[in-house]
Structure formats: C-alpha cells, structure tokens
C-alpha cells in the first residue's frame, strides 16, 4: 500500500516553538506509513537541522507577503510528491498553502493554529471563515486556542480538534552534572536559587515584565538570580537594563541550544506572557521538575494547574510576579512539591509520543475514503 505523502509547510523554519513540533513531527512520524516533506516560506536553522539529519526540505524563498511569485514553487512541489496532505502551520503559511494545494490538485489540507494572539489581526479570521471549505481540519494546540480562534472567526468549536504539543521526557529530565557545570561556569552558589526565562525575546514573551520584577526584587535583596535566554526583537530591551544596572542579579546567554542545562540549573521557571498558545518551554520545564510562574495568558491555563504545578499571576504586573517569585525561592519544600506534579502531568498529557501518535490517528481518518471530510 503506498504510503501517505503529507507536506508540513510553515513560514518559516526558524527554532521557535511551531517550527520545533514541525521538527519533531517530521522525525518522528511512522514511515512505514508515512512519506515527510517540510517547506518553509523562508528558511532557518531549524531547516538546515533538518536537512542534515535527512529530512527532505525545501525552502520556498518567499521575501515579503506580496512575493506570490514564488507560490509556483511551492506548487510544483506539491505536485512533484503527490502530496496526499498539506499540513500548514502559522497564518501566512496557510494563506499560502491552501492556494496552492488547490492549483496543485492535493486532496487534504489540515492547518494547526499554535497560537492565541492579543494583536489585532481580524484578516487572519475573516480567512479561516472565508476558506474553511478548503480546509479538512482545524487543530488547536490547547483547548484555550480553540476556543479562541471559534470566537474570533466563527466557526463552530465542534470543528476543532485540539492535540496539545508534547515533549520528551527523557531529553528535558533534570541533569545533575549539567546543573553544576552550569552554575559553577556562572559563579552561581549550589544554594542560589535561581529562576530562567527561556524563550524569544518578543512582545508576547512579556521580559519587560520580568525585567521589571527584577527591580523589585533587588530592592528586596531577595537572592534571587535571573537566567535568561533567548533572543528576538526584544534582545535590547534586556542589554539595555543590563547596562544601566551594572551587577544586576541576572545572566544573559542569548540563544542557546542546550535548554536542558539551564532548566537543570534553575530552581523555577519564569513565563510573564502576554498570549501565548502551547507554551513548550514551559511543558519542558515541568518535565525537568520545575515549578512555574506564569500568567494565565492562554494555553498557560491549560498546562500549569495554580496551586499544584506553579502559580499563576495576572497579566502586566510586576509586583505579583515578583511576589511569586519570592514565595518559591523562600519555600524549597514547595518547589519540589509543584515540580514534581508538573513532572507527573506532562508524563500524563503532554509526552511527545501522544502527540505524534494523535497526528498520525488525524492522518489516516482524513484519508479514509468514506470518513469524514
């Protein structure tokens, strides 16, 4: 039986969190049962990653949202690899992708939504209203952007099917030798307790609400050190506080690809966001055992449980977000009982195994001759 050709398409291949569950889709998927084939609008390292590890990936080479030139190539290969389904992730790659599976004649398309965004962006709904008919499946990546996306569009919720994003249990467990290595190359104590921010340094992340809490907590001479890392467009608003507040209680690494070593090092983790939709940081540093602060922005809701994973705070406010920070640091016996829940419920909900496993399921019913459609 010949096997089902599905295309990932997404805006970009950058190491962000849609372009990583793009990744690990594509590793993973059964290729007994399944060809892969990734494209990005623009490239990334998260393609060349790819690329090197044997994936077929295509870089479209689209340069600005009026580059609709480029959509042939992007048809020609869908046609070239008898595309079974187009499986598009982040609105422009969507916009896109189902113009382009139609012109190339692929039978299925099926769009997963990553995030639930507080910008003003009422074009992005009016399209998945207008071309829902092109559209096989809508997945959500929590229950929360689900019924977010209903709202904002109009489509009826029992349309969405939500497959929270998962993690790897066993890449993200806590890492004793990583955790001194780390702290000991920072000059950080064994009892510093230390709180990470791992994530783009964007609007929605919200650092400047952490850099903010921050200030509080000098003034408390809390001993509470900050790692961050990440970078985006934001970056400058963390070397700027870092300037002017020379001995500031904080690290930052920039863009680091050992995420492991610095949930390791940490004892909390911090996710002051403004929106958000599945926040994989925040699963991979519940499957490393750390309690976390975060608002309830969301998908948070959806993954941290206040009062028994972490604590959730309010958006836009610093106080709280420092008030919780010191209510973990002050209580050990507290952070390990929080992170040992959090532990529990990814091992429970959101394991990349289930993931996969729920895409593959997803695959095989659009297909099916007589299924649904």
């Excluded at 993973?28 to 060809?35: S, W």
């Excluded at 998945?128 to 904002?152: E, F, N």
């Excluded at 650092?207 to 050190?225: E, F, P, Q």
């Excluded at 009982?337 to 019913?365: M, N, P, Q, S, W």
Aim: hydrophobic share 45%; with cysteine; aromatic share 6%.
């Amino acid at each position: 039986m010949r096997r089902i050709c599905v295309c990932h398409l997404i805006t970009e291949l950058a190491p962000a969190g849609a372009e990583r569950i793009v990744c690990e889709l594509a590793r993973r998927l059964d290729r007994d049962r399944f060809e892969v084939v990734v494209a990005g609008l623009r490239g990334g390292a998260a393609g060349d990653r790819l690329a090197r590890d044997g994936i077929e990936t295509h870089v479209i080479g689209v340069r600005g949202k009026w580059d609709v030139l480029k959509l042939s190539r992007l048809v020609r290969l869908l046609r070239r690899r008898r595309v079974d389904i187009l499986h598009t992730h982040l609105f422009h790659a969507d916009l896109a992708g189902r113009a382009a599976a139609w012109l190339a004649g692929v039978p299925h398309v099926v769009h997963t939504i990553h995030t639930a965004e507080a910008r003003f962006r009422p074009w992005q709904f009016a399209f998945a209203r207008l071309a829902a008919g092109r559209c096989d499946r809508l997945i959500a990546v929590s229950r929360t952007v689900g019924r977010y996306h209903a709202r904002k569009s109009g489509l009826p919720l029992a349309g969405y099917a939500v497959i929270p994003n998962g993690v790897d249990l066993k890449e993200y467990c806590r890492d004793e030798r990583r955790r001194r290595e780390l702290r000991e190359r920072l000059g950080l104590s064994s009892g510093t307790v230390v709180a990470a921010f791992v994530g783009r340094l964007a609007e929605e992340k919200g650092v400047d609400v952490l850099l903010a809490a921050m200030r509080l907590l000098a003034d408390r001479a809390s001993g509470i050190h900050l790692i961050v890392a990440g970078d985006g467009p934001k970056r400058a608003i963390v070397e700027r506080f870092l300037a002017a507040r020379a001995g500031a209680a904080i690290t930052f690494l920039g863009f680091t690809d050992d995420v492991r070593a610095v949930l390791s090092a940490a004892d909390m983790l911090v996710m002051p966001s403004r929106w958000e939709g599945f926040p994989l940081t925040v699963a991979e540093a519940m499957a490393a055992g750390l309690p976390v602060v975060a608002t309830g922005a969301g998908g948070l809701a959806d993954v941290v449980l206040d009062g028994q994973t972490g604590l959730l705070i309010e958006k836009e406010d610093p106080p709280s977000l420092a008030d919780a920070m010191t209510k973990l640091a002050q209580n050990a016996e507290l952070r390990l009982r929080l992170g040992a829940a959090g532990r529990k419920r990814v091992e429970d909900h959101f394991t990349i195994d289930r993931l996969v496993g729920a895409y593959e399921g997803l695959y095989v019913e659009v297909c099916r001759p007589h299924g649904p459609s």
